[in-house]
């Protein structure tokens, strides 16, 4: 129960940080509200008044009718209107909140977890209700002061026909039964339901469609998405019509409880004991019981489904805390000063079994650049993950100028941190835009940027566009054109450029779509400039499995399982005869 209070202060506190007045301004709602029962007591009193030939009443009840309906069409149009200009900022506040924690979190290891990405997907899917919670909450707010109201009517009438709600209040526990079955339903439709969007996303997905025709996996895909839907829909129909089950049940109990009431005032009616009044104010105003007293309850039951949504984003501000919490604050090291030191790293990624990475160490001296050789799935990648903090190893250190790096605060180091990977990010802005990204503060710097392409070796790419670098990419925009894979991978390595005095560059075979001389030249005047001109010790890794670029690093690791089996120069490692002299004869004779 504090948990719901909590929730519900959690939307109220966003309302009025979002927008106080009008936050004050939805409470006309729940006013007019107040004005169903007063109707009621009005009208019975105007027929009171023409039955005795009472002027008086009859006017007070005239005038008070009008008051009524009157009050009660301002509020409501007024009041709403206020509400919707008030639920829509919620949503935007909601909207805003809940990218800003997911998108904030550093790293990647809580993307690895089932959990989260199954909260985070109801949370996505929550959001228009979050959106909408203000207007749960007034309308919870509407039905329980229309309620109040109508009980003073009643008792006006007759204490008695107050008992009327006692049939009305099994609609509460069957509310929360139908609330906990749809809750129930909703989380076991989660998975399954993620895997449907997933496989909608690849039957759409342009860059899937050539593997997909090729391989025939067109209908394959559709019968999975056909066999996820159903999964994911099944328990929420199930839900629903148990949910329609109950409906009917409270229905049935009210309307009993509606005729014994009316009966009961008629009967007195018949006996002298009530006016004509009292039985058409019955009449009216029990009608509203079934309203005012189901009516807190729908409201309860919406309001279920927002808190719930309101505390799956307190679990996402608790997790995005936690997740933060045990990260270090210390600023990034100005240079790399004796270099960067794994101290016996291991690896597994979260919920995984398997060790990725074993009893690593080595020491990478400054300036020098590294290049990671093995096989696929050896832990090359791995290792870059780890450098540039996108996930925190799971034993032993990362030293960087001697300093642990899980110290220092991630955004700090990232700050100091480039690279371009394998899958590199393909972002539909202008083409000069779209490489300034790699270092924000200069991202509209022409000539910063056209260096960086120029290091990149791909100075000319802008005269390849229509518009050169104001030339929209991405062909579903006006204008807009698509690139080659090479060309987003020249302005991936472009960004990778872009920042003036990195401590680390990683590059996780970025060049896949390059030719192996391109890619050997590029990486040949790359390191040349990263050994002479740095004054910080940046260390450039590049993992490639192409042995012609790899054999100019000043130092190369050769990971195999999780271990580093040989490190030295390409000299020393030939010299040495082991797995990496292995594994450049077979690509020199494969070459041949
Ligand atoms: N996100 C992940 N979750 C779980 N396991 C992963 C994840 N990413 C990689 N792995 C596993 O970790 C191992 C090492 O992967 P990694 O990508 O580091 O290899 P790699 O040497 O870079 O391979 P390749 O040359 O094919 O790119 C593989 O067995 C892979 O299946």
Not at 244 to 270: D, E, H, N, P, T
Not at 375 to 400: D, F, H, I
Not at 466 to 477: F, K, N, Y
Request: net charge positive; charged share 20%; proline share 5%.
């Amino acid at each position: 129960m504090r948990e719901r209070w909590a929730e519900l202060a959690l939307l109220v506190r966003t309302a009025v940080r979002t927008d106080p007045w009008r936050s004050l301004g939805s409470l006309l709602e729940p006013l007019g509200s107040l004005m169903f029962p007063l109707f009621g007591w009005f009208l019975g009193l105007a027929v009171d008044g023409l039955l005795t030939h009472d002027g008086t009443r009859l006017t007070t009840a005239v005038v008070g009718l009008l008051v009524t309906i009157a009050l009660r069409y301002v509020a409501a149009y007024v009041g709403t209107a206020i509400r919707t200009g008030l639920a829509e900022r919620v949503g935007f506040a909601f909207d805003e909140e809940i990218a800003r924690l997911a998108g904030g979190l550093p790293g990647l290891a809580h993307q690895e977890h089932a959990g989260y990405r199954d909260r985070l997907e109801l949370l996505r899917q929550s959001q228009g209700a979050l959106g909408q919670s203000l207007n749960h909450v007034v309308a919870t707010a509407n039905a329980l002061v229309g309620a109040l109201g109508t009980a003073v009517v009643l008792v006006l009438v007759h204490p008695l026909v107050l008992l009327l709600v006692v049939f009305a209040l099994p609609a509460l526990p069957l509310a929360a039964l139908q609330q906990r079955g749809h809750a129930r339903a909703e989380e076991t439709s989660a998975a399954p339901a993620r895997l449907a969007r997933h496989l909608r996303g690849l039957a759409l997905d342009p860059r899937a469609a050539p593997e997909l025709r090729v391989f025939g996996l067109g209908q394959e895909v559709l019968d999975r998405l056909d066999r996820a839907w159903t999964t994911a829909r099944r328990p929420l129909h199930r839900a629903q019509v148990v949910a329609f089950g109950i409906s009917a049940v409270r229905s049935v109990v009210f309307a009993v409880g509606f005729g014994l009431a009316v009966g009961f005032v008629l009967w007195r009616a018949a006996r002298g004991q009530a006016g004509a009044g009292d039985v058409v104010t019955a009449v009216v105003v029990c009608q509203q019981v079934q309203n005012q007293v189901l009516g807190p309850a729908y409201g309860l039951a919406g309001m279920g489904r927002v808190l719930r949504a309101a505390g799956r984003l307190r679990w996402l501000r608790a997790h995005a805390a936690a997740v933060t919490a045990g990260l270090g604050d210390r600023p990034a090291p100005e240079s790399l000063g004796e270099g960067i030191e794994l101290s016996e790293v291991s690896f597994r990624y979260p919920g995984a079994g398997t060790w990725v990475l074993r009893d690593v160490s080595v020491r990478i001296p400054p300036g020098t650049v590294v290049a990671v050789v093995g096989e696929n799935g050896a832990g090359k990648s791995t290792l870059v993950k780890l450098l540039t903090r996108l996930y925190e190893p799971t034993r032993g250190r990362v030293l960087v100028a001697g300093t642990d790096l899980a110290e220092v605060s991630p955004d700090a180091w990232r700050r100091r941190v480039s690279g371009a990977f394998q899958d590199f990010a393909r972002p539909e802005f202008r083409a000069a835009y779209a490489v300034g990204l790699g270092d924000l503060p200069r991202r509209d710097d022409d000539r910063a940027v056209r260096a960086a392409l120029a290091r990149a070796t791909s100075a000319d790419l802008f005269g390849a566009l229509p518009r050169g670098p104001a030339t929209q990419l991405g062909s579903t925009w006006p204008d807009g054109v698509d690139l080659s894979t090479g060309q987003w991978q020249q302005l991936a390595l472009g960004r990778a450029l872009m920042r003036p005095d990195p401590l680390v560059v990683c590059f996780d075979e970025p060049t896949a779509s390059l030719d192996a001389p391109t890619e050997h030249a590029l990486f040949e005047r790359y390191a040349a400039t990263a050994r002479a001109g740095r004054a910080t010790g940046a260390v450039t890794v590049l993992v490639s499995h192409r042995f012609s670029t790899v054999r100019s690093a000043d130092l190369i690791l050769v990971v195999d399982r999780g271990r580093i089996a040989e490190a030295g120069t390409h000299a020393d490692l030939m010299r040495r005869a082991g797995l990496y002299a292995e594994l450049y004869a077979m690509q020199a004779r494969s070459h041949a």
